[in-house]
């Protein structure tokens, strides 16, 4: 009887120590489940190497914890650990950042390039921002293989350019529409032309690396610039003042070795090609320099010609003129610097008009006087049935069809 009695009380303790084993299994460490060594914690890869160098360099450790803005839409970052103290950057939603040091209504954080004192009610810890991070962080869009690529009002290709986002650079998105994703500009309450239209915009899936996790907070500064691009020269319109075009649309003005080019590809799949001076020779056709640069063209498909004077090309419609502009043509072309000063006009030997190492053609421009930006600016460089082509001029026919491209012929 003694030893039954012995066996229950045994069995009730290992019973008792399961239980509490059970409850303390499920019980959330707010104080070790969200920090830098968690897997379950992360940045998107795309940004998470310069997060955490810098958040290392303002104090973080193995276990500094990670918060998670808690907002409708953004909360500031101040210089010291007062709302009266100035603003160095704001902390969007879906934006990670290290907590270097708590405080009782304000906390010293690093996020990417910010480095401040955020309100604590408008950060996420331990299980509520793991919660967050596992089921709710959102889609980052990062432009990893082109230089600068179109954000558009609208989601089609033929829509006017808001924006671009530069190499490296990343966006919130907000939703998916098939091959289009939504993306968060910048600050919503910033004052800006058709403000309600800018909140948001567009770019194309294919050109990005889109992925889960947190994105960084973003300085002052960076905002500025980030608000002085929205709206001010959308897709390279051009201006008096020649300000920059959009990188993405627009020939790219670096300098690289004579006889390089380097491909970009819009939204739409439209490749374009960086801008080579032609060699200081007489017989520009001959040239090592024409021949490489020439030698981007893949097309195997029917050429324009002569007698055949209007094709479908590797770009759209094709057709010829000749108007003898041709020289008002080049010296804008120069004035705009679009092409080099020593680039000339030339006929070549099938009898296509030619600047430098391009076929002259007349595209779909961007005209400020009527407001109208177009798929091909000035000094677009892309392929024809005829070669690697410059747009140096523009006509009526490209506001009905801005696909189309008209070659400048000697015939």
Not at 4 to 32: H, N, Q, T, Y
Not at 206 to 213: A, D, R, S, T
């Given at each position: 009887?003694?030893?039954?009695?012995?066996?229950?009380?045994?069995?009730?303790?290992?019973?008792?120590?399961?239980?509490?084993?059970?409850?303390?299994?499920?019980?959330?460490?707010?104080?070790?489940?969200?920090?830098?060594?968690?897997?379950?914690?992360?940045?998107?890869?795309s940004i998470k190497s310069a997060v955490v160098k810098k958040a290392k360099k303002a104090g973080a450790t193995a276990k500094t914890a990670i918060a998670v803005t808690k907002v409708?839409?953004?909360?500031?970052?101040?210089?010291?650990?007062?709302?009266?103290?100035?603003?160095?950057?704001?902390?969007?939603?879906?934006?990670?950042?290290?907590?270097?040091?708590?405080?009782?209504?304000?906390?010293?954080?690093?996020?990417?390039?910010?480095?401040?004192?955020?309100?604590?009610?408008?950060?996420?810890?331990?299980?509520?921002?793991?919660?967050?991070?596992?089921?709710?962080?959102?889609?980052?869009?990062?432009?990893?293989?082109?230089?600068?690529?179109?954000?558009?009002?609208?989601?089609?290709?033929?829509?006017?350019?808001?924006?671009?986002?530069?190499?490296?650079?990343?966006?919130?998105?907000?939703?998916?529409?098939?091959?289009?994703?939504?993306?968060?500009?910048?600050?919503?309450?910033?004052?800006?032309?058709?403000?309600?239209?800018?909140?948001?915009?567009?770019?194309?899936?294919?050109?990005?690396?889109?992925?889960?996790?947190?994105?960084?907070?973003?300085?002052?500064?960076?905002?500025?610039?980030?608000?002085?691009?929205?709206?001010?020269?959308?897709?390279?319109?051009?201006?008096?003042?020649?300000?920059?075009?959009?990188?993405?649309?627009?020939?790219?003005?670096?300098?690289?070795?004579?006889?390089?080019?380097?491909?970009?590809?819009?939204?739409?799949?439209?490749?374009?090609?960086?801008?080579?001076?032609?060699?200081?020779?007489?017989?520009?056709?001959?040239?090592?320099?024409?021949?490489?640069?020439?030698?981007?063209?893949?097309?195997?498909?029917?050429?324009?010609?002569?007698?055949?004077?209007?094709?479908?090309?590797?770009?759209?419609?094709?057709?010829?003129?000749?108007?003898?502009?041709?020289?008002?043509?080049?010296?804008?072309?120069?004035?705009?610097?679009?092409?080099?000063?020593?680039?000339?006009?030339?006929?070549?030997?099938?009898?296509?008009?030619?600047?430098?190492?391009?076929?002259?053609?007349?595209?779909?421009?961007?005209?400020?006087?009527?407001?109208?930006?177009?798929?091909?600016?000035?000094?677009?460089?892309?392929?024809?049935?005829?070669?690697?082509?410059?747009?140096?001029?523009?006509?009526?026919?490209?506001?009905?069809?801005?696909?189309?491209?008209?070659?400048?012929?000697?015939?």
């Amino acid at each position: 009887m003694k030893q039954k009695s012995k066996c229950r009380c045994f069995f009730r303790i290992a019973a008792a120590v399961l239980m509490l084993c059970a409850v303390f299994a499920v019980m959330p460490d707010s104080a070790s489940c969200v920090h830098a060594a968690s897997s379950k914690v992360k940045f998107a890869s795309s940004i998470k190497s310069a997060v955490v160098k810098k958040a290392k360099k303002a104090g973080a450790t193995a276990k500094t914890a990670i918060a998670v803005t808690k907002v409708t839409n953004y909360t500031n970052v101040y210089k010291k650990a007062s709302v009266y103290s100035a603003e160095v950057g704001r902390l969007y939603k879906g934006t990670g950042a290290y907590v270097i040091k708590k405080g009782k209504t304000l906390s010293y954080i690093s996020s990417g390039s910010v480095k401040g004192w955020v309100k604590n009610k408008c950060l996420m810890t331990g299980s509520a921002a793991e919660k967050y991070i596992t089921k709710a962080a959102p889609q980052v869009a990062t432009l990893k293989k082109y230089k600068a690529l179109n954000v558009r009002v609208k989601p089609t290709a033929s829509s006017e350019a808001v924006s671009y986002m530069k190499n490296g650079e990343s966006l919130v998105v907000e939703k998916v529409h098939g091959d289009w994703l939504q993306v968060r500009l910048v600050n919503f309450s910033m004052k800006l032309p058709k403000a309600n239209d800018y909140k948001y915009g567009y770019i194309y899936k294919k050109y990005v690396k889109l992925e889960k996790g947190l994105c960084s907070g973003v300085t002052v500064s960076a905002e500025e610039k980030l608000k002085k691009r929205i709206g001010s020269n959308p897709g390279g319109v051009e201006s008096p003042d020649k300000e920059p075009s959009s990188p993405e649309e627009s020939t790219t003005k670096e300098e690289m070795p004579a006889d390089t080019t380097t491909p970009s590809v819009n939204p739409d799949g439209f490749v374009t090609y960086s801008y080579v001076k032609a060699a200081e020779v007489e017989d520009i056709e001959n040239s090592s320099t024409y021949r490489k640069v020439q030698s981007h063209c893949k097309w195997t498909g029917t050429v324009l010609n002569r007698s055949n004077g209007r094709i479908q090309g590797p770009n759209g419609e094709e057709t010829y003129y000749n108007d003898g502009t041709y020289e008002s043509l080049v010296r804008n072309m120069k004035n705009r610097g679009h092409v080099a000063e020593t680039d000339r006009s030339w006929v070549r030997s099938d009898g296509v008009r030619m600047l430098g190492n391009y076929v002259m053609v007349a595209a779909d421009i961007n005209r400020t006087n009527i407001g109208h930006v177009g798929l091909r600016p000035l000094g677009t460089i892309y392929e024809t049935s005829l070669g690697l082509a410059i747009v140096c001029d523009t006509g009526g026919f490209a506001l009905k069809n801005p696909t189309q491209t008209d070659v400048y012929v000697a015939w």
